[in-house]
């Protein structure tokens, strides 16, 4: 019930309270007429200012990208048990693909492919490597960490061990334009890093798995998709025909297998994400700081009147 | 005694009767000094020594000793020895045959063996998460350096028949221990021997009961005139009791073998020892037995350990942590078992992961198991690191602080317990003594009446008093009586300094202070023999007339009525009255001639310290009226009377006079007395509470005794009704026994005293805050603060406490959202990796973000402060906020967890997808999660701060900088998981594009929720800060402005200071101003005044007044 003292008040003493109400009046006015919560607005709309263009560069970044995604493993069989079919090591399993290039493509353009509904990060999966291995000569041994694709039946270590190197991507592509056999290149696939000192270059010729030695270092990243790349430019409406050895079994877990055909730019491959949600942000962000003034205009409402703390509301009833 | 007692018998005033009981009851007879006949039969349980020729000492001690001969063991007691043993030891002296029983003398503090580190650690670590083992080692160990600094002290024993040196922890029970001058006593020794001929010896026991005065210690009397030589081959044997922690007490016998004295036995006390760690002063040498050694000392059994307080804090902290600890164990469960089942459904399809057909069954575990690991990170481990540490800089805040340091005594405050900090911020009672505490217990001699007449003016200083100096001069035999007995009777001990000036060393305040006021009346102790002074008084012989007088000296209700009735008894009870009215401290003084038959004069004397308002503690009244805005209730327990105990409380602003406020008193002498007065109190005050009366209620120790042990229920209802109270004529137990019912209530109690009688009170009390004033350091010892002055009481609670309870409040919060934030950010990513509990982050990163990254830009908030130190101070209300937890609570916390819940998910998701496709490389992907989350720590640590210094500043975006700085160390190590990642991750504009874009979205709302909460629902303290930082000089129109509107408000929200029960803090979380909402009872009804519809209508009105 402790209401301040008026002692205080008294201290200033009548002469100079009027004086200071007169001044603490045309302050209050003041405040409120011009008092629009600037910092808040003003942070609010910067933000605005600074994503909506972000958004837009962004946007038309990856609008520029021009992408095309064929999904192949459907069509590419023909039986109806798939998984025995991939599984039969005696099919010819070779597939024609043929896409037409709606808009001209700017080389280099990259080749990726794209599997669905595969757990790449699958603790299991991921653990299932040796870096040690890969990296130096004399490494073989080193497959603790690869189980449980450690050693081979006959208990020799397998090289490279585990699951990533075993369940190695296994289709080719060959690709030609316009009926032209084109190559692709499939160097600098990995990261230049990964050949140098990641893994032992001395390494590779002891490589015994099948497939491109370049590859397998590509997929020891784990999740690397890159297949390679065309480095010339592809016309608008050139007809690319890919022959694809289906080797790869994702039928066994319903996963799906497509090519992509993707040129390259400042943001990196075709993703309207960051572009959509810039803007949106942006836009949100403007619409905020128009709130913001517009409830202040409907509500005005003094900051930091210590009159608003309770105990300095005094009560009639109670005058101290 | 008997000769006293005679004497008492053939007196025909009462006066001497009771004065004689009192003399058997304390039980010292003391002798004034001086050649002349010596006072033969004197003769006491407790070893008064009379001290004059050796010889005719050593004579009356083997009277003495006949006196109180005790039958000497025999054998068939003797045969019970070895039973007895369990119960007392045997000291042998100087016999090395019988030395092995007994531990040695080596002391130990430390809590741990190297054997008992672990298990007994591990066990406190149980009990208090926020003890840190590495600080509890590194305190135990600095215990240990000091212990063997005071183990490896030198000194002398004697060790067959020869003087030997050897280290203190080599000492063993029955070595003859030699001591000098200013050394420390390194056990508890017997005392055999002194440099004084007259066999005594001077020691300081400051650090074992804080008493500064030197205490008088004195020798066996069988010892007594022994050779320097003999006493190095002197045997014997000592019966003591077991160890104890009484320093009080000693009750033992002593019995020499021949060829010394004779084999009678006798009796041994506190005054024939020496206790370790006191000090030996004004004596030469002093030689004793060892009879209790190492951690067995009397100082060794009552350190003890102390338990250590938690603070409301540190047990809210836990429950929250055991709330997390279920959620993740719940988390752990619903995810383990899905990621089975996902297992079971799905992965085995997957071929690639070559999951084994038939597998041990407790491959079942495997999956929980990884995730229980994932989410073991949600309770931070750092947080009991980061609570250490800042704790203790808020204590050594405390230390450092310039504005809390006692000029007068040089003494600056301290912080001994560095632990509860917080808890000064949600103090709700302070239970205060008055002496000293809020007096400043400063004696000075200021009015007396002696033989009817009063001396002493109204500006009060007696000694300067024409009339009393004229009367001194002219040889008033009143008023020369009056002096001998302000010299004499008192345990004041002259110390003569080598230019001839003279200082008394007292043990009270008000013996100081009378000695000091006669020396400047010319009467002045030269020397006093005779120490062993009673307490209340001492029978004298005057060697000039050869009459023996008794002094006395007394509180008035002890001394008048041993006074003759009579017109002059009146005048002394008016005077008495009339200066207790004064707030001055009375004491009576009387005398008279034992040995004459009549009663020849007698005379009382007041006299008194001062205890006015003006001089007494600087700031009292300010100090407790604005603890009082802020919400804290005071109790004052005192040993005083009643009538003195009112005048200090009206002097201290602590009640307040007739129309504002009213007294209730308790009293009465019987149980229903008691019961009655008790019912009216508390039905007063039911009916009152809703008037701005300011109640108080009166009680003392009588009714309180009776109160607490009948009615102690009705008596915590009144205590929750009342803000204020006055317990006079309290012990010290009781003033315990209050705080606990206090505590019992749940509310936060702070005890504050600084004499020997608040001990117990101190450290019952959740803060124990001791005053290192003048009445000794026992309580500032005993206390965990010690401040030099009660008025930096305020400061301590609204400073330190506040500040404290805040930063706090933030640093285990954001610990917790911090942690959340990394798990939750595990447990989505692993959805991504069909639910096999795949860890997105690295070992290397995990460990850094928990100990690196996010710990240390928020230790820095130590430094911050959400309102400056002056506004805090003009409105001391704000501490509610504290007090009602209203920072740290369930709610608080649930806003933080959705928070980190939040931030998770736009880290995650805003991750994913602008990774998505040729870039979602594992190790990317969390290396840009990762940098999401630093970010966000970064601007939610800026968000959250309210003031910013350099260091803060530096810490935050400093950290940032380190966190690049560090990784792209990593990343350019070839054989760490992550080579090459940041360079690469750097290199790319989408990288940082995604980091703006996280910050962007995780921060925009929570910016926007602030705005509008600041804006429609500010809290008293965003008010306050907002009013800092817009137009602080204006405060001042605060009230001229409140006043102008108070005609027109017609709705008005009193601030309720009066704790209720069941703070509801957790259902109002800073959303209402109403400091009222969280206090508002849940359980008491009461309480019909605080209407929580107050708060409601409280928000249109200041709307309306815009």
Known sequence: ????????????????????????????????????????????????????????????????????????????????????????????????????????????????????????????????????????????????????????????????????????????????????????????????????SKFGSDVYPKISRKGDSLVAASWMRKCQKLYGRIESDIMASDEITVVIQNNYNTYSFGGTKALVLSTTSWIGGKNNFIGVAYVAIGGICFFLALCFVILHVVKPRTLGDPSYLSWNKESPDHPN | MAHVTRLARSAPSSLLCTVSASLCLTGHIARFSGPGPLLRETADESPARSYGELDAAAEIWRRTAVLVLRPSPSPSRLQFFAKLKAMKRFVYINDESYQNDYCDNRISNTKYTLWNFLPKNLWEQFRFVTLSATKEAWDDYNRYISDRQANEKELWIVKNGSRKHIQAQDIQVGNIVWIRENEEVPCDLVLLGTSEPQGVCHVETAALDGETDLKTRVIPPPCVGLEFDQLHKLKGVIECPVPDKD??????????????????????????????????????????????????????????????????????????????????????????????????????????VKYDDDEPWYQILVIPLRFELLCSIM?????????????????????????????????????????????????????????????????????????????????????????????????????????????????????????????????????????????????????????IAGRMSVVVLDCQSGKILLLSKGADEAVLPCAYSGQQTKTFVDAVDKYAQLGLRTLCLAWRELESEEYAEWSRLFKEANSALTDREVGVPETIEILRQSGINFWMLTGDKQSTAIQIALLCNLISSEPKGQLLYINGRTEDEVARSLERVILTMRITSSEPKELAFVVDGWALEIILTHYSEAFTELAVLSKTALCCRVTPSQKAQLVKLLKSCDYRTLAIGDGGNDVRMIQQAHIGVGISGREGLQAARAADYSIGKFRFLKRLILVHGRYSYNRTAFLSQYSFYKSLLICFIQIFFSFLSGIAGTSLFNSVSLMAYNVFYTSIPVLTTVLDKDLSEKTVMQNPEILLYCQAGRLLNPSTFAGWFGRSLYHAIVIFLITI????????????????????????????????????????????????????????????????GMYTIMFRLCKQPAYWITLLLISGVGMGPVLALKYFRYTYRPSAINVLQKAERSRGPMYSLVNLESQL??????????????????????????????????????????????????????????????
């Open chain 1, 1 to 196: 019930m402790r209401v301040r003292s008026p002692k205080n008040a008294s201290l200033f003493g009548s002469l100079t309270g009027r004086l200071r109400l007169t001044r603490h009046v045309a302050a209050r006015g003041l405040l409120s007429l011009s008092g629009i919560p600037a910092p808040i607005v003003g942070a609010f709309s910067l933000i605005g200012i600074v994503f909506v263009p972000i958004g837009l560069a962004s946007l038309s970044a990856s609008q520029a990208i021009v992408e095309l995604v064929d999904r192949y493993d459907a069509e590419c069989v023909s039986a109806s048990d798939k998984v025995g079919f991939i599984q039969d090591t005696k099919t010819d399993k070779a597939c024609t693909r043929t896409i037409t290039v709606p808009k001209p493509m700017k080389g280099p353009v990259h080749i990726y492919y794209q599997l669905e509904n595969f757990y790449q990060n699958h603790r299991r999966y991921v653990k299932s490597r040796s870096d040690k291995q890969l990296r130096y000569k004399d490494a073989t041994n080193l497959i603790k960490t690869c189980e449980p694709e450690g050693t081979s039946a006959d208990g020799a270590p397998i090289v490279p061990c585990g699951l990533i190197a075993w369940s190695l991507f296994n289709d080719t592509y060959s690709f030609s334009v316009n009926k032209k056999a084109i190559e692709v290149n499939k160097k600098n696939i990995a990261w230049e890093s990964d050949k140098s």
């Open chain 2, 1045 to 1106: 509107r108070s005609d027109k408000d017609t709705m008005m929200v009193p601030v309720a200071t009066t704790p209720v029960k069941g703070k509801s803090s957790v259902y109002e979380p800073l959303l209402s101003d109403s400091p009222m909402a969280s206090r508002r009872s849940l359980g008491s009804s009461s309480f019909d005044i605080f209407q929580p519809a107050h708060s409601r209508t409280s928000y249109p009105r200041n709307i309306k007044a815009n």
């Open chain 2, 913 to 976: 997808h602008a990774y998505s496709n040729e870039r979602s490389e594992m190790e990317e992907l969390s290396m840009v999660a990762l940098s999401g989350s630093i970010w966000l720590q970064a601007f939610v640590v800026t968000l959250e701060m309210n003031s910013f210094t350099f260091v803060q500043l530096l810490a935050i975006w400093g950290n940032c900088i380190a966190f690049y700085a560090i990784n792209f160390f990593i990343s350019s190590i070839p054989s760490s």
């Open chain 2, 247 to 352: 320093i009080r007490r000693f009750d033992a016998n002593i019995h020499l073998f021949p060829p010394f004295i004779d084999n009678d036995i006798c009796p041994l006390s506190i005054n024939n020892t020496l206790l370790q760690s006191c000090y030996l002063r004004n004596t030469e040498w002093a030689c004793g037995v060892a009879v209790y050694t190492g951690n067995e000392t009397k100082l060794g059994m009552s350190r003890g350990v102390p338990e250590p307080k938690l603070t409301a804090m540190d047990a809210m902290i836990d429950k929250l942590t055991g709330a997390i600890f279920l959620f993740q164990l719940s988390l752990v469960v619903v995810l383990g078992s899905a990621g089975n089942i996902w297992k079971d459904s799905e992965a085995r399809k997957q071929w690639y």
């Open chain 2, 379 to 531: 309770i931070p481990i750092s947080i009991k690191v980061s609570l250490d540490f800042v704790k203790s800089l808020y204590a050594k805040f405390i230390d450092w602080d310039e504005e809390m340091f006692d000029l007068e005594n040089d003494t600056p405050a301290h912080a001994a317990n560095t632990a509860i900090s917080e808890d000064l911020g949600q103090v709700e009672y302070v239970l205060t003594d008055k002496t000293g505490t809020l007096t400043e217990n400063k004696m000075i001699f200021r009015r007396c009446c002696i033989g009817g007449t009063s001396y002493g003016n109204e500006c009060g200083d007696a000694l300067k008093d024409v009339e009393l100096l004229n009367a001194i001069a002219n040889g008033s035999p009143h008023v020369i009586k009056f002096l001998t007995v302000m010299t004499l009777c008192n345990t004041v001990i002259p110390i003569k300094s080598p230019n001839g000036s003279i200082s008394y060393k007292a043990q009270s305040q008000d013996e100081d202070a009378l000695v000091n006021a006669a020396a400047n009346l010319h009467m002045v102790l030269v020397s006093k023999n005779g120490n």
